[in-house]
């Protein structure tokens, strides 16, 4: 498999549920009250799936450009796709956040939870399309063939340790859970 056929196929999973979350965000302009699943999968998606499985990928990808003779464009490209995984790591904090502010009743959180899926449902298909149309074809252009190899290989590792460290976490919280009973 090609590494960026890899991605292509993760953005058509994102894609399903940014889609989901445009259709929730409607229901929930007239609503007083969230679907706290509907909310607490969105926070594991997007920082999970999205955020550490996919962008931690993209951007092993953006690394093998680094010492490349690239276009002002491009460049320019390859900083505008880092400053939105950064915003949308920044958004699914917030969202975190605001989800333990739901927990404990504040009547304000709905309102920036909206806003902050809001931010994610409205630029997230253009970074998508950004990556697909731009950047993931530089590959083509700059990387050799032991380079997509090696691309390859590094990405089925980092997905390996990402699985680890996350039900690493999962386990260390539920020992520290079952030690207070
Ligand atoms: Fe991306
Ligand atoms: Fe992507």
Redesign the pocket.
């Known amino acids: 498999m090609h590494p960026v056929s890899l991605l292509l196929k993760e953005h058509q999973l994102i894609d399903r549920m940014i889609q989901l979350m445009k259709k929730e965000l409607g229901k929930l302009r007239g609503q007083k009250k969230i679907d706290l699943s509907f909310l607490d999968t969105t926070i594991d998606f997007i920082g999970v799936y999205t955020d550490q499985y ?2 931690e990928k ?1 951007e092993i990808f953006l690394k093998y450009f680094e010492f490349k003779k690239m276009s002002p464009d491009n460049r320019a490209l390859m900083q505008e ?1 880092e400053k ?2 950064d915003l949308c790591r920044k958004v699914v904090d917030r969202l975190r956040g605001l989800r333990e502010q739901q927990n404990n009743g504040n009547p304000l959180a709905l309102k920036d939870i909206i806003q902050n899926i809001e931010i994610l449902v409205d630029f997230y298909p253009e ?2 399309s950004n ?1 697909e149309k731009k950047l993931f074809r530089l590959s083509g252009d700059y990387l050799q063939r032991e380079e997509e190899v090696q691309l390859l290989n590094k990405f089925m590792e980092h997905d390996q340790e990402m699985l680890h460290k996350k039900y690493a976490v999962v386990v260390d919280e539920a020992e520290k859970k079952s030690k207070k009973i």
């Open positions: 996919h962008h993209e796709i939105e995984h970074h998508i990556e």
